[in-house]
């Protein structure tokens, strides 16, 4: 876990790489790697340009308790256009 709270850029960034890495993300896997508030990073991300699919899941908390419809970001790469994919490349730190 972090020591220090993370700036909202570098949880993007965190997010950015998870979901390349693993496919996608919820709330739960989002906390467990020190990103707060997933929903707003997500929404700070579309700002960006940067496009995402989502499904609502049936998942158990660190605590064991079901909820449902959580939601599961990814990215949306057939609906981004180059310069989308720039974007998330740079944020990435691949280009």
């Not at 949880?11 to 997933?38: F, P």
């Amino acid at each position: 876990m972090y020591k220090h709270a993370l700036s909202a850029n570098n949880q993007q960034i965190i997010i950015a790489k998870y979901i390349t890495k693993y496919g996608s993300v919820n709330r739960y896997e989002a906390d467990a790697i020190g990103v707060c508030h997933l929903a707003a990073r997500i929404k700070e991300l579309k700002y960006k340009g940067i496009i995402f699919n989502w499904v609502d899941e049936k998942v158990f908390d660190p605590h064991g308790i079901e909820h449902d419809r959580v939601r599961r970001y990814s990215f949306k790469y057939k609906a981004m256009n180059k310069g989308e994919i720039e974007k998330l490349n740079k944020l990435l730190g691949k280009s």
